[in-house]
């Protein structure tokens, strides 16, 4: 198949061939960089969501449910969920694609799972890549989840418009987050698994921590939404927060 008819299926959103361009992104095929030259000129319509934190933090659940709000709405969404680098959350991977495998079958949705395969440096670019084809390929949301361990995943989330950062209510997860960096780059903040007990002492805590932090009027000051992520609870409020944001960078025009 020429580039144009490749290109063409691509647009119409052919997942077929959407997930052979993401192959050969990730396989550093010589096509990839022909294809994204194109994916280029068609990319910038889509609203990227970056989901960080912790490991076991909820990420993917968050991911599931925002997901089918989305979906509820009408609207289409991609998820590209990068792999933990480390061994131990190899268990809650697995547990992510029964999870996943939920809303796999959906017309509207489109699910990639990016293997780090060691190359870490590479993995920032090619992941920003696979999320410009799903923009060009017309999904209205791209969500990129990434564990919050390393820089490479931090500098993933980063390319979103924007980007949450999800606790636990474990004492000292947030400032086991603020060693992390992950406070810099939130632009708000979920404690999840709020069913669990000292949920609203992890709260006040992480709000303590950022009213420590200079701002200005252009500033989005984080807000700190409280979740049950596993019961659809607080997903609505996530959604809202994240509209607050992008009309807050629509008003600055900080959109890129
Ligand atoms: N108690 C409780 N458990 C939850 C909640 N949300 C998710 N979990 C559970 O926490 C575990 C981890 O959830 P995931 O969504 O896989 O977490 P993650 O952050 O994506 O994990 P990694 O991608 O491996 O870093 C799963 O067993 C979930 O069922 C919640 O609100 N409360
Ligand atoms: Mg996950």
């Known amino acids: 198949m020429d580039v144009e008819t490749f290109f063409h299926e691509l647009l119409k959103n052919n997942k077929r061939l959407i997930a052979r361009a993401i192959s ?6 010589p096509q990839a960089e022909e294809i994204l030259k194109k994916v280029h000129q068609h990319s910038g319509n889509a609203y990227r969501i970056g989901i960080t934190g912790p490991p076991g933090a909820g990420k993917s659940t968050i991911t599931n449910q925002l997901a089918k709000l989305y979906l509820q709405n009408g609207k289409s969404v991609a998820i590209i969920a990068v792999d933990p680098t480390s061994p131990f959350t190899g268990g809650a991977l697995l547990g992510d694609r029964v999870r996943m495998s939920d809303i796999g079958k959906v017309e509207n949705i489109f699910i990639r799972s990016m ?9 920032c670019k090619k992941a920003i890549d696979t999320a410009d084809i799903l923009d060009a390929a017309g999904y209205d949301y791209i969500i990129l989840e990434t564990v919050g361990v390393g820089q490479s995943e931090l500098d993933i989330v980063k390319a979103a418009d924007t980007t949450m950062v999800v606790l636990v209510p474990e004492s000292g997860d947030s400032v086991q987050a603020m060693k992390a960096g992950l406070m810099e780059i939130a632009d708000f903040f979920v ?16 709000r303590t921590i950022l009213m420590l932090r200079n701002h200005d009027e252009k500033t989005f000051l984080p807000e700190i939404v409280k979740a049950v992520a596993q019961d659809n609870l607080g997903i609505k409020e996530i959604a809202l927060e994240i509209e607050r944001h992008q009309t807050h960078l629509n008003k600055f025009d900080l959109l890129t």
């Open 115 to 123: 293997a780090t395969r060691g190359s870490l440096g590479g993995l």
């Open 191 to 206: 404690v999840n698994k709020c069913d669990r007990p000292a949920s609203e002492q992890a709260a006040n805590a992480l």
């Open 24 to 29: 050969y992104v990730e396989s550093e095929y």
